[in-house]
């Protein structure tokens, strides 16, 4: 199932969200001001977020992932009997 690319739109489409909740979740947390930001800190935390979204979905893939990669296997299979 990993190996297919419905998986990686999937589970990219979600690493992304996530990169982008935790940066904004990071700016907006009041702390700091803008020209304040330690953007290496912030780029760490973010892409580590993203990092865990992916371990995430390799580990416990969601229903809708599984129901995307069967339609790309059952593409493939079909092209593959005629």
Do not use: C, D, H, Y
Request: net charge positive; hydrophobic share 50%.
């Amino acid at each position: 199932m990993v190996m297919t690319a419905a998986f990686w739109k999937m589970a990219g489409e979600r690493a992304i969200k996530t990169v982008a909740q935790t940066a904004l979740a990071f700016l907006g947390s009041g702390t700091v001001g803008l020209f304040e930001i330690s953007w290496g800190n912030l780029s760490s935390v973010a892409l580590g977020a993203g990092l865990l979204s992916i371990l995430t979905s390799i580990a416990i893939p969601s229903a809708e992932t599984k129901n995307a990669v069967r339609n790309e296997l059952a593409s493939k299979a079909q092209a593959r009997n005629k």
